[in-house]
């Protein structure tokens, strides 16, 4: 259904008027019906287009948050994560934006019911009236389902449902309450403290607890409240209520805050029957917030009674080691006491001495030198001696076998010329050269009286040549002059 934009006009012509006019003057007016007036419209502002923009964005900008209960039709999600839909019923329609940083709390499934919580922003590039979401939440009892369970499954696909419990503390310094702003819940609690622990520190964070924003408003009043370094425990209380009611307690981040808060959270929301996902992310439900003020707040008569009896315990077991002291001094004899304390005294001394002695150099000494005894280290090293000696002498007597000295012993001589060169053939020298004969006991001088004759090794000599008898016994003659 659409409206027009400006109202039809439904004034006679120029014609009409102009006869009515006629007809007026012609003649006396009769009792029929006046003619209409021509209607004077008001001049037009002159705007730019983006004055014009400005003023309606601050038109809606006067209507506030606003929450619109329609069906969802074309829904879609771009790249950046943000989701669009059209929220439309039997007679109007609205285009609907959900930014990415609200995407989870906004379920938009096509031609489902929800409810869709935000406020109407104009878009200047398109010139466009859009409705931005701040939280899409489904109407009936089977979408609502629907919607939990599928929340259950994230949660439950990281762990949240079986992660460790932590314990509630007995004596909390202070206990954190996030309620509704209804008196019911707030005096049970308060009628359970008065009852326990009258006085007991308790920090009580009033809040939105169903309908739009109440998970927003619930996390907030839990960050509040973590603002207090002294603050032990919360408890989330409410009272009861159907599913859509209790929806806001099962919103996935407000279930990721619970089981990621600083200390233990206590669930207490509806009745026994009532389960949303906080009961189970949190780290103890009860069924009711009576319940809960019950767990948490520590009964002062139990507690006066304990510490009684504890006293009591103790005075007993003082009492009883004093009397056992007492008698214990009582029946000691003072010089048996000194007489046996010196006797230990002795004891540990004649131990600390038999230690001492047992730990002496001079028994590890004695020992080593047997053992250098037993074992006659001087035996191999006179062996080794004589087994070196032979050696030596062995390698001794071949060296001298290979000295050319043994040669000449034999009687050989070494022939040299004047410069030192040896004589190995007869065509190194001439005839009338002095030569250098070294023998055994000298050098020997002699000259070539004749020319070398070339004549193979072992050879006899020429006819006439001195032999070697002749040689022996000229060597014989000069010992015999010499002596």
Same mark, same amino acid.
């Given at each position: 259904m659409t409206l027009p934009f400006w109202p039809e006009d439904t004034s006679d012509g120029p014609g009409q008027a102009a006869g009515s006019g006629q007809a007026a003057g012609s003649g006396p007016?009769?009792? +029929?019906?006046?003619?209409?007036?021509?209607?004077? &419209?008001?001049?037009?502002?002159?705007?730019?287009?983006?004055?014009?923009?400005? @003023?309606?964005?601050?038109?809606?900008?006067?209507?506030?948050?606003? %929450?619109?209960?329609?069906?969802?039709?074309?829904?879609?999600?771009?790249? %950046?994560? &943000?989701?669009?839909?059209?929220l439309r019923d039997r007679a109007a329609q609205l285009p609907v934006a959900c930014p990415a940083r609200n995407a989870r709390r906004c379920r938009a499934v096509n031609g489902e019911r929800v409810l869709v919580v935000g406020t109407l922003v104009w878009g200047n590039d398109r010139g466009q009236l859009v409705l931005e979401a701040e939280e899409v939440t489904p109407v009936g009892e089977g979408a609502v389902a629907t919607m939990i369970a599928e929340t259950r499954a994230k949660l439950a696909a990281t762990g949240l449902l079986e992660r460790p419990r932590r314990p509630i503390p007995r004596l909390p310094r202070l206990i954190g309450v996030v309620c509704g702003t209804d008196a019911a819940v707030r005096k049970d609690i308060e009628s359970v403290v008065a009852a326990r622990f009258p006085g007991y520190p308790l920090a009580v964070q @009033?809040?939105?607890?169903?309908?739009? +924003?109440?998970?927003?408003?619930?996390?907030? %009043?839990l960050a509040r409240l973590s603002a207090r370094p002294e603050l032990d425990v919360v408890v989330l209380a409410r009272g009861g209520g159907d599913a859509t009611a209790l929806l806001p307690w099962s919103d996935e981040d407000l279930c990721r805050a619970v089981a990621a808060y600083a200390v233990p959270?206590?669930?207490?929301?509806?009745?026994?029957?009532? &389960?949303?996902?906080?009961?189970?992310?949190?780290?103890?439900?009860? +069924?009711?917030?009576?319940?809960?003020?019950?767990?948490?707040?520590?009964?002062? &008569?139990?507690?006066?009674?304990?510490?009684?009896?504890?006293?009591?315990?103790?005075?007993?077991?003082?009492? +009883?080691?004093?009397?056992?002291?007492q008698e214990r001094l009582r029946r000691a004899e003072v010089s048996g006491a000194i007489a046996a304390s010196l006797e230990r005294s002795a004891s540990k001394l004649r131990h600390a001495g038999d230690r001492l002695s047992w730990t002496h150099p001079a028994l590890v000494a004695r020992s080593c030198r047997r053992r250098m005894g037993a074992c006659d280290w001087q035996r191999p090293m006179v062996s080794l001696l004589e087994s070196g000696s032979r050696r030596l002498g062995a390698i001794s007597r071949h060296a001298r076998s290979l000295s050319p000295q043994q040669v000449i012993e034999r009687g050989f001589a070494v022939v040299r010329r004047w410069d030192g060169t040896v004589v190995r053939s007869p065509d190194q020298v001439g005839e009338g050269e002095m030569l250098e004969l070294t023998v055994a006991r000298g050098v020997i001088g002699a000259r070539v009286e004749a020319s070398p004759v070339l004549r193979p090794v072992g050879a006899p000599g020429p006819v006439g040549a001195p032999g070697a008898a002749s040689t022996r016994r000229a060597r014989r003659a000069r010992e015999r002059s010499k002596g």
């Open positions: 007016v009769g009792p +029929g019906p006046r003619p209409s007036l021509p209607v004077t &419209r008001p001049e037009p502002r002159r705007l730019s287009l983006v004055r014009l923009a400005g @003023e309606i964005a601050r038109s809606l900008s006067a209507i506030g948050r606003v %929450a619109v209960e329609g069906e969802v039709y074309r829904p879609q999600t771009s790249h %950046a994560g &943000r989701i669009y839909f059209i @009033e809040t939105t607890v169903s309908g739009p +924003g109440a998970a927003l408003s619930i996390m907030d %009043a959270v206590v669930s207490a929301i509806g009745h026994e029957s009532d &389960r949303p996902l906080c009961d189970e992310v949190a780290d103890l439900r009860c +069924g009711t917030p009576s319940i809960a003020a019950h767990a948490v707040v520590p009964d002062r &008569r139990a507690l006066d009674a304990e510490l009684a009896g504890l006293r009591d315990v103790a005075a007993r077991n003082l009492r +009883g080691r004093s009397d056992l002291g």
